[in-house]
């Protein structure tokens, strides 16, 4: 489970910046009891408000791009604050607060353009390893964890942090290396902070929903509830590229010796047995069917926490909240996976779906650098007589991270026929 990201001189994010996922003291609604850590309880939702230009998908962005150089398959994301000459010479940097099976880990790294330049996981208080760039092989430390079992061991695992490439972390360069006592933690980091941009798709869903019935079917019933118009989904399937549909609306799949291409079939209300392509659909329920997967019943798949960028992209509000409200209500077994995402739509702002926990706000400040706060930092007496009227409150600009618009008679307007030159 996530419980904070901090990033620092990337992209709009010029100062360490912190989003935590930590329930305040008190706060049990919309939360996690975290396994193996009394007391501390995280969010299961968080929303993120700004305006635009203001750094949300910056920050989707950070989570992304670190993500994915942890995997082992990404440039190093530096991206230093580009409104301070200053910064050029300064690395980026990122960390992840995270709970996995009951024991608490700090993981972070500092790049630039050519190296990483520092790296450190924790357990706890204690160093599992660091990593430092120096003039020739890296500076390496190795913590009690890795400093325990056959001297052997500890030699491989030095020898493999010692020759570990200047452009690539050591954290997935020892999991690839099978130093079993990390492998875990890559394995979460990589894969179980999950990135969704709106134009996102999610890998393999034809083959899921051709290979579970199960699947096929809540995806059926799903799309109908929300009045899509769609009452059953059908998976094609050929040998060759059907000719009738775009390539981003045929999935291909090597599949015992063979070339399987896939495409949906949507069987509408009325249509008397006629059927639709996915390209024919509208771009909301297109957005549907890439987020679907994570209202999905998956037993016995670890604690994820999703992070969604625009949310609310091609939309309708009911529809997103009927989205969160599914989420909230998954069974025991999905009730520990987290959703981060950021939002425009302030029709949420009801009091009711989402509390003042799960609310931060992204703004700029007048050097252009993005900055975080969250709406459970205010006084609470003041947020108890706004819990009706949230969405009011943030619109007259009480909690910041709106546009603040210049008059109308000061703003730009194109020129009247008149006023035209030759």
Do not use: C
Not at 212 to 224: A, E
């Amino acid at each position: 489970m996530l419980l904070q990201f901090t990033v620092e001189n990337f992209l709009s994010f010029r100062d360490e910046t912190s989003l935590s996922m930590r329930a305040p003291p008190g706060v049990t609604e919309q939360t996690i009891e975290v396994p193996g850590q009394p007391g501390l309880r995280v969010m299961r939702i968080t929303a993120l408000y700004g305006a635009n230009a203001s750094g949300k998908s910056n920050l989707v962005g950070a989570i992304q791009a670190a993500t994915a150089l942890i995997a082992g398959d990404a440039p190093l994301p530096h991206g230093p604050f580009w409104l301070d000459e200053r910064s050029n010479s300064r690395p980026s940097r990122f960390q992840f607060d995270f709970v996995l099976q009951g024991r608490r880990y700090t993981y972070g790294f500092e790049v630039d353009a050519s190296r990483v330049v520092s790296e450190w996981l924790f357990e706890g208080e204690g160093l599992i390893f660091s990593r430092e760039a120096g003039e020739g092989e890296p500076r390496v430390e190795l913590g009690d964890p890795l400093r325990q079992g056959e001297t052997s061991h500890q030699q491989r695992i030095l020898f493999v942090a010692k020759g570990v490439p200047d452009r690539r972390l050591l954290l997935p360069e020892m999991a690839e290396r099978h130093v079993h006592e990390v492998r875990p933690l890559h394995e979460w980091l990589s894969k179980g902070v999950i990135s969704i941009r709106p134009e996102t798709r999610y890998r393999g869903l034809y083959r899921n929903l051709s290979l579970n019935p199960k699947l096929r079917q809540f995806y059926s019933d799903s799309l109908q509830a929300m009045d899509t118009g769609i009452q059953e989904i059908r998976v094609i399937d050929s040998e060759q590229m059907p000719e009738s549909s775009r390539q981003d609306t045929v999935e291909l799949s090597e599949e015992n010796g063979r070339r399987v291409w896939r495409r949906l079939e949507f069987v509408h209300q009325g249509s008397a047995g006629q059927t639709l392509l996915e390209e024919h659909e509208s771009d909301g329920t297109r957005r549907l069917l890439h987020l679907l997967p994570l209202l999905y019943a998956r037993p016995h798949v670890p604690p994820n926490t999703f992070v969604i960028d625009e949310l609310d992209r091609s939309l309708h509000t009911s529809l997103t909240r009927r989205f969160l409200e599914d989420f909230l209500a998954q069974g025991p077994t999905d009730a520990t996976h987290q959703l981060l995402f950021t939002t425009h739509d302030t029709n949420l702002l009801n009091g009711r779906l989402l509390i003042p926990a799960a609310i931060w706000f992204v703004e700029k400040d007048r050097g252009g650098a993005s900055h975080l706060h969250s709406l459970a930092e205010y006084n609470s007496g003041q947020l108890a007589r706004l819990t009706e009227r949230l969405e009011e409150g943030y619109l007259q600009g009480r909690f910041g991270a709106i546009p603040f618009l210049a008059p109308r008679d000061l703003a730009w307007s194109p020129r009247r026929e008149e006023d035209r030159g030759p």
